[in-house]
């Protein structure tokens, strides 16, 4: 009875969290070319963004923390109203609505540590558990880029205003969700200390990551507008295809893990990927660019379940949410440094922010090989 309360929950998790990525997808997908349109430059529209990671770094702590104590359905009803008002502040079209948006982006992207918290104290299998649950973000990411591929919004206005509406019926799937709860109270520092120390290598290999790909792949619409000259059509066809590629391989990483062993799984997807970022940089051609970062992120991408994973076994269900609250700041953190290292690089060369990632991958792998790989082989072993 309790399993099955705990897999209709996970279920309903899924379907709220492909609706958020509709919208989510189709605001990624016309942003950068809006921003240019309105006059935003590379190194505002990197202030912007570290807004964004900025504010979901500081409610990341917050958010998790009360995915502990309070029920997950009124905390992702609330996401799903920051998430439509997003929209709705990009239709007043005004220099201080753009930043209050960026905001209300920030508060709902922290809120991704309640979904992982629920993930990670009820999913039975944690490698499928979050590559379900990734599946279910990239599904919804290329819904929402086909629909911007397709042409269906004219303008802007139409892609912002559908946004919202896409935001508000997320609110659906939660109706079929069952409370679930732990009794817990307040996390001390004591029982955050006591934590392995796996838990804090990965604190920073996510640090180091997050940096990186702040810095470069995540302006890479910007980058391709700025580069190309492309329009939001052909974000929206990377933003699809990326997303498409993403999900097909998120699903080939839990056989995958269980074969090979999970560092030893993530390594064989990082390490080429790091390799394809470098070689976005070396190419004048929008297609083979375009080529070449689809592949790169298909397998960096899909190898995030694994470190979730990994986490997750380290961690105990009544402080999971804590947990992952941390780590999502952690990664906010390394973002908001990131897309500043990254809009200033740009605007030196286009091509530096996307070598400066590649370098920031190399070093987040080794550090990772050379703490979990060697100090925590023996655990690491124990929960493949």
């Known amino acids: 009875m309790v399993l099955a309360t705990f897999r209709a929950t996970l279920r309903a998790l899924y379907v709220y969290s492909a609706i958020i990525a509709v919208a989510g997808s189709v605001l990624y997908s016309v942003f950068a070319p809006y921003a240019k349109s309105v006059g935003i430059g590379p190194f505002e529209y990197g202030i912007l963004t570290a807004i964004l990671t900025l504010v979901g770094m500081l409610s990341a702590p917050i958010w998790g923390y009360l995915s502990d104590k309070v029920d997950p359905r009124l905390l992702l009803a609330i996401a799903s109203f920051t998430g439509s008002s997003i929209f709705l502040f990009l239709l007043i079209k005004a220099k201080w609505a753009y930043y209050m948006a960026a905001m209300m982006a920030g508060v709902t992207v922290g809120s991704s540590a309640v979904s992982q918290g629920l993930v990670g104290k009820l999913a039975e299998d944690k490698d499928k558990g979050f590559a379900y649950l990734q599946f279910s973000n990239l599904i919804g990411g290329a819904l929402g880029a086909l629909l911007v591929l397709t042409g269906l919004f004219s303008n802007y206005n139409q892609a912002f205003a559908f946004g919202a509406m896409v935001m508000i019926f997320s609110l659906a799937p939660l109706a079929f969700m069952k409370r679930v709860s732990f009794k817990v109270s307040m996390p001390k520092l004591s029982e955050l200390k006591a934590l392995p120390r796996a838990v804090y290598y990965i604190f920073a290999f996510q640090l180091i990551l997050a940096i990186g790909a702040a810095a470069g792949v995540w302006m890479i619409d910007y980058y391709f507008v700025k580069k190309y000259n492309v329009g939001m059509r052909s974000v929206g066809l990377y933003v699809f295809l990326r997303q498409t590629s993403i999900a097909l391989m998120t699903l080939l990483v839990p056989d995958l893990s269980k074969r090979e062993g999970r560092l030893k799984a993530y390594f064989l997807l990082a390490i080429p990927a790091t390799v394809l970022t470098f070689m976005v940089t070396l190419v004048n ?43 999502t700041t952690l990664n906010a953190m390394g973002a908001t440094l990131g897309r500043l290292i990254g809009g200033y690089l740009m605007e030196i060369d286009v091509e530096l922010p996307l070598r400066f990632t590649a370098l920031m991958y190399a070093l987040g792998i080794g550090e990772l090989g050379l703490t979990i790989g060697r100090r925590s082989k023996a655990r690491t072993s124990e929960v493949r």
């Open 285 to 327: 051609d929008f297609y083979l660019a375009l080529a070449l970062i689809i592949a790169r992120g298909a397998l960096i991408n899909a190898g995030n379940p694994i470190i979730d994973a990994i986490l997750a076994d380290f961690t105990p269900k009544e402080i999971m949410g804590t947990v992952m609250g941390i780590l």
